[in-house]
């Protein structure tokens, strides 16, 4: 089959062990970022198989309807960027395994790094050190204070975990399910959104980004935090309204953010606002970007392509599409 992978910026996928699970196969690897229609229906016009790196690429109709030997799109976690009724309609198989027995160890540890980073502001002190400077001002520690986790699923819980061996007070805003989760580990639980937002010291945001939580971080809910306080996104930028988290910045609550998600990926506007703050610590989307993460991520990607080819697809997200498949090569 021909595969063609999409946004593997540093060439990292062949280099993998799980990557001989190709092997036989022809296989592209691009490595830079496209989003034009015209280009990728050009580089893809032959591919049966494409590899999709969590939501780096928009799949949607218009470049769907110029792909008329795609078969198969093999993914990772959720994709609201692909148009799965366009896959269905065009007998285009989206498996995409959800991974819910398996926290993302690596983005719950860059979560706890950028709180560090942001707290004790390491990034500003390393830029003034190497301007000439010596100290440039004082941070805040982490024990006794109160660590906010927003959604307790399973990045959530590892973070919750973290907060504690730091010596945190860690408070729990969530579906009801989930802070009954929360409770059972011994955690506590805000009495409501308000009364969360504003007790919190540092606080971390772990849902998903579907219809039911974009924008679900209003501008009230912003202003209710603490002037010293920290607000953290590794999970998605659409979590929070539009414009707040820039407004409530300069309004000074919370007083400090920690990013590593943005509306439009790959963020490459030097002029954008949260670029261009002093109490922002940014980081362009590294959450789950480590080798070992990676492993584990196409080690299930990879299985769904050989899965495909015996015919026994897996973790199949449109399975009305299966009786109107395109054949197989």
């Known amino acids: 089959m ?22 036989g196969h022809d296989v592209t690897i691009w490595n830079d970022h496209v989003q034009d229609v015209d280009a990728l229906a050009e580089r893809l016009h032959d591919t049966d198989v494409l590899v999709l790196i969590r939501e780096r690429t928009q799949i949607r109709t218009p ?10 799109i093999s993914q990772r976690s959720v994709y609201p960027h692909i148009d799965i009724d ?30 560090l980073a942001a707290m004790r502001q390491i990034p500003q002190q390393m830029a003034a ?27 959530g819980a590892v973070v919750a975990g973290y907060g504690r061996a730091f010596g945190m007070n860690v408070l729990v805003w969530a579906r009801e399910a989930a802070l009954a989760k929360a409770r059972a580990d011994g955690h506590e639980t805000a009495s409501d959104k308000a009364d969360f937002f504003a007790r919190c010291d540092v606080l971390s945001l772990h849902m998903r980004l579907v219809d039911a939580t974009r924008g679900i971080v209003k501008a009230d809910d912003l202003a209710r935090m603490k002037p010293t306080a920290l607000i953290v996104n590794t999970s998605r930028a659409p979590l929070i309204e539009a414009g707040a988290l ?38 362009p989307h590294l959450g789950y970007v ?38 197989r090569p």
């Not at 400077?133 to 699923?153: A, D, E, N, P, S």
């Open 2 to 23: 021909k595969i063609s992978i999409l946004d593997d910026y540093f060439d990292t996928l062949r280099t993998l062990d799980c990557f001989t699970k190709l092997a």
């Open 63 to 72: 470049l769907l309807e110029r792909l008329p030997k795609l078969k198969l």
């Open 86 to 115: 366009t896959c269905t309609r065009l007998g285009i198989i989206v498996s995409s395994g959800q991974h819910a027995d398996t926290p993302s160890y690596a983005t719950a540890e860059f979560t706890w790094g950028l709180v």
């Open 129 to 155: 050190l190497k301007a000439g400077q010596w100290q440039i001002g004082v941070g805040h520690t982490l024990r006794g204070k109160t660590l906010g986790i927003y959604g307790y699923g399973r990045i």
């Open 246 to 283: 820039v407004d409530a910045l300069r309004a000074g609550r919370p007083g400090m953010a920690a990013i590593d998600v943005y509306e439009k990926e790959p963020l490459r506007d030097t002029s954008d606002p949260l670029l261009n703050m002093d109490n922002v610590v940014c980081t």
């Open 290 to 327: 480590s080798r070992d993460e990676y492993e584990i991520q196409f080690t299930d990607i990879f299985d769904q392509i050989v899965a495909y080819a015996a015919g026994t697809p897996t973790n199949v997200v449109n399975p009305d599409v299966l009786s109107r498949a395109r054949p």
